[in-house]
């Protein structure tokens, strides 16, 4: 297999993508993975499960982190358009894959070092690009989300974070 061409993961995009000739098969084949709810609007509806999204909450809410997987066959003639093509182009009409889920343990001594930050009088604060329910449940299970505290949601605006 070669790959005839890659768009990397970006903040804003929430995905990457690679284009991909095989040595024994006709076409060219566009495979994309990354943030379920930004990879589900890129396939065609009827190649996505019906019950996707509860799937991807059941994963997330047990502190799970998920990706979607999707791809495209290109054809025979695929290959030039495909180099040339716009992300927003080679990046639709996708057909649903999967999902990788992969669990997100902890290390054994975490619980321990949040407690004794916190008895030591400091304020625990966790940021992550993970999906926010995978935050929350993580940020549960090692004690920094108590039920008093308040979950703030944010967007990155920029790669920068700047604007």
Do not use: Q
């Amino acid at each position: 297999a070669a790959v005839l061409r890659r768009f990397a993961f970006t903040s804003e995009a929430l995905r990457s993508s690679v284009i991909v000739a095989f040595e024994h098969v006709v076409g060219t084949f566009v495979y994309v993975k990354g943030a379920p709810e930004v990879v589900i609007d890129l396939c065609d509806v009827l190649s996505v499960p019906p019950n996707i999204v509860d799937e991807i909450s059941h994963h997330t809410r047990n502190g799970r982190r998920v990706l979607a997987c999707a791809y495209r066959a290109c054809g025979a003639a695929g290959a030039g358009w495909a180099l040339e093509a716009e992300r927003r182009e080679v990046e639709s009409h996708l057909i649903w894959a999967g999902l990788l889920v992969m669990e997100n343990t902890l290390k054994p001594d975490t619980k321990d070092a949040v407690d004794e930050l916190v008895g030591a009088g400091l304020h625990c604060t966790m940021v992550t690009g993970d999906h926010a329910l995978t935050a929350i449940s993580v940020a549960r299970r090692c004690g920094i989300l108590v039920p008093s505290r308040v979950v703030l949601l944010g967007k990155v605006i920029g790669e920068d974070g700047g604007g």
